[in-house]
Nanobody, 124 residues
């Protein structure tokens, strides 16, 4: 079975940092795009960042460029999302997903496997 397991969420004050981890199993890690999405209650699921593991490419939503960094450790089948200068608007449940889009994509419909999600709360 394909499994994606997120960790590293929590609560932080504005301006703080968190690092999320996504451990993948049951798939060929470096033949999928791995992406982070987020969703707050009442809002659409939003793509945050995507990576093709192995050093190919990364892609970011405009709202997080310069603040978030996506990276991978191919040996550990793990993708990270380093989140700096967090804002209250970043509060959401964050999901890790795997997909095979033809190019960089933050469209949820292009991802076929999802983690259960992890909460990130940014508040004062």
């Amino acid at each position: 079975q394909v499994r994606l397991v997120e960790s590293g969420g929590g609560s932080v004050q504005p301006g703080g940092s968190l690092r999320l981890s996504c451990v993948a199993s049951g798939l060929i890690f470096n033949s999928n795009w791995i992406a982070w999405f987020r969703q707050d209650p009442g809002k659409e699921r939003e793509g945050v960042a995507a990576i093709y593991p192995g050093g190919y490419s990364t892609y970011y939503a405009d709202s997080v460029k310069g603040r978030f960094t996506i990276s991978d450790d191919n040996a550990k089948n793990t993708v990270y999302l380093q989140m700096n200068t967090l804002k209250t608007e970043d509060t959401a449940t964050y999901y890790c997903a795997a997909g095979k889009p033809r190019s960089n994509s933050l469209s949820p419909r292009e991802y076929y496997a999802w983690g259960q999600g992890i909460q990130v709360t940014v508040s004062s």
